[in-house]
Structure formats: structure tokens, C-alpha cells
């Protein structure tokens, strides 16, 4: 069982809208992953404007991959880098520390994940 970065096991970031690169609805990673799709994150209308802005468009339904787009609120496994990217131009979005994935914490010192924590 994979862990999360607060030590426990991964738990689900969302199932409706399904996420996570293997569309299991957890952020769970391998080598396949190249994007390292492991914040599980909670969309805000200003990240996915800022998402939209830097090439990666969150919001418009695409169908042809089973995409319903992405709305404020909403949970998503973001890629590391976009949410560090967010995290510089200071609109990253809050992130549920259960369900975000342990190697996270290889990247991002602890305290700046509880900082960004879903009600911290």
C-alpha cells in the first residue's frame, strides 16, 4: 500500500471526477509517470486560470479522453511541478495531505505542506 506524506496510507483524492494517472481515484505514482501526478489538491477558480494560462487547460470538458473539466472545488492529482509552479506565483491550492502521495515530501519541505493543508 502506497504511502501518504503524513505517514499513513494513501487514501482516495476523489472518485467523481476520477483521478490519479491510473484513473483509480488515488495519487499514486510509478515510473510511468512521468508528471509525478501526486498532490492531491482541492481546484480553486484562481489555479485553474493560472493552470489554463501556462498550457495545461483543467476546465474545458474533453470528452474524447473521459475529462468532464475541472471546477473550484473539485479534488484533482496534480502534477508536482504545476503545483510548485502555483506555489511560487502564490496560487496553489490547498491540498489533502491524506491522499497526497509520500514522495511528495522529497520535494516539498513538511511545513510548507501543512502550511497548504485543506484547512490549515
Known amino acids: ?3 501518504n ?3 499513513g496510507d494513501l487514501e482516495p483524492c476523489s472518485m467523481d471526477p476520477l483521478t490519479g494517472f491510473f484513473r483509480d ?4 505514482t510509478s515510473g510511468d509517470d ?5 498532490v492531491c489538491a482541492v481546484m480553486t477558480a484562481d489555479f485553474l486560470e493560472f493552470s489554463k494560462r501556462n498550457g495545461n487547460d483543467l476546465s474545458t470538458p474533453r470528452p474524447e479522453f473521459k475529462f468532464p473539466g475541472l471546477q473550484a472545488g473539485d479534488r484533482w492529482c496534480l502534477c508536482l511541478g ?4 502555483a506555489l511560487k506565483e502564490n496560487c496553489a491550492p490547498e491540498i489533502v ?12 519541505d513538511r511545513e510548507v505542506l501543512k502550511a497548504h493543508a485543506v484547512g490549515a
Request: with cysteine; glycine share 10%; charged share 15%.
Open 25 to 28: 481515484g488515488c495519487c499514486n
Open 5 to 7: 506524506v503524513m505517514g
Open 34 to 38: 512521468l508528471g509525478m501526478h501526486t
Open 1 to 3: 500500500m502506497a504511502k
Open 97 to 108: 495531505l491524506e491522499a497526497t502521495h509520500a514522495s511528495v515530501s522529497e520535494f516539498v
Open 82 to 85: 504545476r503545483w510548485l509552479e
